[in-house]
């Protein structure tokens, strides 16, 4: 059997459809903090077994009887490396044979504060025992379309990348190569550096959306006290904006960039390219 953590969020839902392809049902498990939030997935046929990443114990109930764990990264930026510590400990006990964890791309060298937790977490692997693949992925696109309906109203998208290049893919591409590693044999060891074909700057992104919605969109550079003053001016928490801000400074030195196609050749084709996200999502 196969568990997906975090298995109601965005990522997970999309990696249990692509399993779905080539996976019965009843061989997934999905750990979720909220049952009811995937009722949906039960009526399918799959298992779903309640546990929070706070909560070890629970954990390991959650994975008795798995060979496989897909360890999604919590959401809950500072609280990451206790959570993973408790799947990967749960994971130890229930003799998982394998995890497949959702790293950031080029976790070892990447200048974003992000990567210190999935540091953390990758090295709780090495020392855990259990058989261990990283898939670290680039940022997803759907991260700067959110900022879409802002740019379009005041005709500015900004950001504080710079000229730093963004090789990034939509979370789909992410949940469908890590539905192929998880199912595939051998996989123990590797690390995966996961980005989309092409780079792209934020004033490339402008000029494609001023394309496609025939509205004028300018790129702006911000620092980075100007960007976080102004994303939590925007509504978002303190802390959720100073870690995009600190997000796109790391873009500017190119932390979010990799021309590897690792993901590609992972997924059997391209990279949905930057245009036809641009145009789903203001088809949206």
Do not use: C
């Not at 060979?67 to 990967?88: F, T």
């Amino acid at each position: 059997m196969i568990a997906i953590t975090g298995a109601s969020g965005q990522l997970g839902r999309l990696a249990i459809e692509e399993l779905l392809k080539t996976t019965a049902p009843e061989k997934l498990v999905a750990v979720v903090r909220n049952p009811a939030k995937v009722e949906d997935l039960a009526a399918r046929g799959i298992q779903v077994r309640q546990a929070d990443y706070g909560d070890e114990a629970a954990l390991r109930a959650a994975l008795q009887g798995v060979e496989k764990v897909l360890l999604i990264s919590s959401s809950e930026v500072g609280q990451r490396a206790p959570q993973h510590r408790n799947v990967i400990n749960a994971a130890a006990g229930a003799q998982v044979q394998l995890i497949a964890y959702t790293s950031l791309l080029h976790a070892d060298r990447s200048p974003l504060g992000l990567a210190d937790e999935h540091v953390a977490t990758e090295k709780m692997l090495a020392d855990s025992g259990v058989p261990y693949v990283l898939l670290r992925n680039g940022w997803y696109v759907e991260n700067y379309l959110a900022s879409l309906p802002p740019a379009l109203q005041h005709g500015v998208f900004i950001g504080s990348a710079g000229e730093g290049k963004i090789a990034a893919a939509p979370r789909a591409d992410y949940a469908a190569a890590a539905a192929r590693v998880i199912t595939a044999n051998n996989q123990a060891g590797k690390v995966y550096e996961l980005a989309g074909d092409s780079g792209w700057t934020l004033a490339d992104l402008s000029a494609e959306i001023s394309r496609q919605s025939n509205r004028s969109v300018v790129y702006q550079n911000l620092s980075e006290a100007d960007f976080t003053a102004a994303l939590v001016g925007a509504g978002l928490p303190q802390g959720l904006a100073a870690m995009l801000a600190d997000s796109d400074i790391g873009a500017s030195k190119g932390g979010l960039y990799d021309d590897s196609r690792q993901l590609s050749r992972l997924l059997g084709r391209p990279t949905v390219p930057l245009a036809q996200s641009v145009r789903t999502a203001l088809a949206q």
